[in-house]
């Protein structure tokens, strides 16, 4: 069809009855998109463009001061190319029919929102769902999402969020996947199947956005929106991969990062959003910024609204979250030469893509089945998968003498400020999640033991003694009763009951509000009140397990010292309560493992097992030695690494295995091991292969995660596990930026967790 007939049809039946004309032509998809979007194109203004590039909230839950106003009326006349925190079928329908009847070219919206893990089924926080290192459930979880999301309406979600972070002083260590770069791309790419499937016109599936780009994980001392200065050795071998999976992956949108990156803010950094993600990554789809991002870039210091608006555009940006400074003044910076129109054009038309593939033109209301909002959210079978996920996730950190699985029998006694409240179940970025009915931990043990066994309960403590602190780690809902008495007897309660019990279940450790956005902390303990609960619980003699709920690694050494079961149960999500008791009691057999290393005290942070060596390293097995790199005071050791985990069985690995000791390019190695199952139940085990590259133009970790496989053991069997070795898995960024292996010795280790490994050795040839 002749560019000229597109028009005459556009101009009679609107955009959608181009859409079903051009389908009828026998060009590839992408040249029918590129036809039908140029097309469109063609009858727009610079105003229209412009407000392609605008995204609006609909203020359901908001990050910043700025919200939206007189959407209406913009959607009207054509200043809206997205909006997000506005949901259900019905609303979006009405906002969406604004945009098709009312609008001059009749464009449909976008329906965006942060879908981070699960809609309304909420699974397990990012940072718990990744120990699980069970990619085929993560990836079910996002397909969930997904699913549910898309029956409320939305067609994008602001995930997967995969910003590697070292440092639990971070609040949104929490939205993460931990601190490892392999097993973080491989979880991005997970997500970024689950949500959008391989058809993102399907009314089921929705568009990934990946956040945030990049390196936010590295914010200077832990605080949120801090400045990231890197290294590029740092940048490509550690930060940037989980971002490439997931673009790999075929995300189709990229959000910007808040932070500065070495002098320039990520939403002003050409470098970034178009040297390494246009023309060096390739990247097809279109990149938002954060939440008022542009605007910020102002307290950055880099100028005015019109001259970072002009900034951002021209280092790649296409679309401007909330701050609407595209919106009011790219118009001018047109006229005034500060900004190509050509520029405009392509940020439009990869906004119009994205529109196009999720199927928006051929049915604007394809995501608004009112039939589907009904059924297809919180089905028992999303819940009861949930229940399992957040089973998976929880990681048994001790568990002197079999302290646990507990029995259904006697009388438990429950205690601490974490214990009966619903709202903080879910964690933190649940956005979607009912506060209101999602049960407590109190509930959902009462449920689970019924008649067999008594459940008493006590708050014992407050969150946190300082009582405005505790109000900014409740926010959003997300309520933890206060006792006002005075704490001795308020604890003098809890033990008096405690005595009173044959165990005793203390739920403690962090509200959800304490970790997430704007949530950093520069103690990582259990707060101070709790852990006086927790003493004067354990003087009392009783079997005492730690539920401990976190969105981050805490500092757990006295704990760790002096509690017998320590289960971390971070934030489950939707089911956690129905979870804890599954697990407590044995039904299930905890197999979560970290993802992120838990330190002796925040002194250590960041501590993390990929570490260089330095020319001073300790020598293996001493915690002190002049002029060698380590301190007076504490050793070097985390308390417990990356990768630990416990479970009610346990498992032995058998000796190292290679079928040979040297390969070349193009030749691959196999590694074995046998693992078998020496207790009595049946159990998970995450088998885990690191390497060290022991000599090279540039200084290596002293181990990288290369490999893992999840595999399941009855008492007394034993598996061999295999993993093959290849020159690409040798392989990392030289001084030149170059993807190389460097021939020579390589260690391989295999084991449980990144510490207690089996060692060999090999040879690359070349
Ligand atoms: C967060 C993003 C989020 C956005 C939209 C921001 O404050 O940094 O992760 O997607 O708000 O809600």
């Known amino acids: ?453 008594k459940i008493l309960h006590s708050l014992g403590a407050n969150l946190i003694s300082d009582a405005a602190y505790q109000e900014r780690a409740t926010m959003f809902g997300r309520n933890i009763p206060r006792d006002n008495r005075p704490e001795a007897e308020v604890i003098g309660e809890a033990v008096a009951l405690a005595k009173t019990a044959d165990v005793v279940i203390a739920a403690l450790g962090e509200s959800s509000e304490m970790s997430g956005e704007a949530s950093s902390r520069t103690d990582l303990e259990i707060p101070d009140v709790q852990k006086r609960l927790l003493q004067a619980l354990l003087k009392t003699g009783k079997p005492l397990v730690l539920v401990l709920f976190t969105g981050r690694p805490l500092a757990l050494k006295w704990e760790d010292e002096h509690v017998p079961a320590i289960l971390n149960v971070w934030f489950g999500g939707t089911e956690t309560a129905n979870a804890i008791p599954d697990v407590l009691f044995g039904a299930i057999n905890p197999s979560g493992k970290l993802t992120a290393t838990f330190p002796q005290n925040v002194g250590q942070v960041p501590l993390y097992y990929a570490h260089k060596n330095t020319g001073r390293p300790l020598a293996e097995g001493k915690w002190f030695t002049k002029f060698r790199s380590n301190y007076l005071d504490v050793s070097n050791d985390p308390l417990y690494p990356f990768g630990y985990g416990l479970s009610y069985t346990s498992f032995t690995y058998g000796h190292l295995k290679l079928d040979k000791t040297s390969f070349k390019p193009g030749e691959t190695i196999t590694i074995s091991i046998e693992v078998k199952n020496t207790g009595t139940m049946t159990g998970k085990e995450v088998v885990q292969l690191y390497i060290r590259d022991l000599e090279g133009s540039a200084t290596r970790p002293v181990k990288e995660l290369k490999n893992f496989q999840k595999i399941s053991l009855k008492p007394g069997e034993a598996k061999t596990v295999s993993f093959k070795i290849t020159e690409d898995d040798l392989k990392f960024y030289n001084s030149a930026l170059k993807f190389v292996a460097e021939p020579g010795d390589f260690n391989v280790f295999v084991g449980g967790n990144s510490r207690d490994v089996t060692t060999g050795k090999f040879t690359l040839i070349k």
């Open 1 to 453: 069809m002749k560019p000229l007939s597109i028009f005459l049809l556009s101009l009679l039946f609107g955009a959608s009855s181009v859409w079903a004309q051009q389908k009828r032509t026998n060009s590839s998809p992408d040249q029918k998109m590129n036809a039908f979007i140029s097309s469109l194109m063609s009858k727009m203004t610079l105003d229209e463009k412009i407000g392609q590039l605008n995204l609006l909230t609909g203020g359901e839950a908001t990050t910043g001061s700025v919200v939206s106003t007189d959407v209406e009326r913009k959607i009207k006349s054509g200043q809206v190319g997205g909006m997000f925190s506005f949901t259900t079928p019905q609303k979006i329908r009405k906002a969406q029919e604004i945009a098709v009847k009312q609008s001059r070219l009749k464009i449909p919206i976008i329906f965006g929102q942060d879908v981070i893990h699960g809609y309304k089924t909420t699974f397990p926080i990012p940072l718990a769902l990744s120990s699980t290192w069970n990619m085929a459930m993560i990836e079910k979880t996002a397909r969930v999402a997904a699913i549910e999301a898309s029956a409320d309406g939305l067609n994008w979600t602001f995930s997967p969020m995969v910003d590697i972070s070292r440092d639990p002083r971070w609040g949104r260590i929490s939205e993460g996947s931990g601190e490892d770069t392999y097993l973080g791309s491989q979880i991005a790419r997970a997500m970024v199947k689950g949500y959008q499937g391989d058809d993102l016109s399907r009314y089921n599936t929705i568009m990934a956005c990946v956040k945030h780009f990049a390196l936010y994980g590295a914010a200077e001392a832990g605080r949120d929106y801090n400045t990231t200065d890197m290294s590029l050795d740092r940048m490509y071998n550690e930060y940037l991969p989980p971002y490439k999976a997931a673009l790999d992956a075929g995300a189709g949108s990229i959000m910007t990062s808040f932070n500065d990156i070495n002098g320039v803010p990520a939403t002003a950094n050409k470098w970034l959003m178009t040297d390494l993600l246009r023309k060096e990554w390739g990247f097809k789809g279109f990149v938002v910024t954060d939440y008022t991002a542009v605007n910020e870039l102002i307290d950055h210091g880099l100028g005015d609204l019109q001259k970072v608006s002009a900034l951002s555009l021209n280092a790649g940006v296409d679309m401007d979250m909330v701050g609407e400074g595209f919106l009011t003044t790219l118009k001018k910076s047109v006229a005034q030469g500060k900004v190509k129109q050509q520029r405009i054009d392509e940020a439009c038309r990869l906004i119009l893509e994205a529109k196009y593939k999720l199927g928006l033109f051929e049915d604007p209301f394809r995501y608004c089945n009112e039939e589907r909002a009904k059924t297809e959210i919180l089905k028992p079978e999303h819940l009861q998968f949930a229940r399992e996920v957040a089973a998976e996730s929880f990681v048994l950190l001790k568990n002197e003498n079999h302290t646990l699985p507990l029995k259904k029998t006697g009388t438990i006694a429950l205690i601490g400020p974490l214990a009966n409240t619903g709202s903080n179940m879910p964690g933190t970025w649940s956005v979607n999640s009912d506060l209101v009915n999602t049960r407590s931990l109190l509930e959902g043990l009462q449920a689970y033991v019924g008649q067999d066994a």
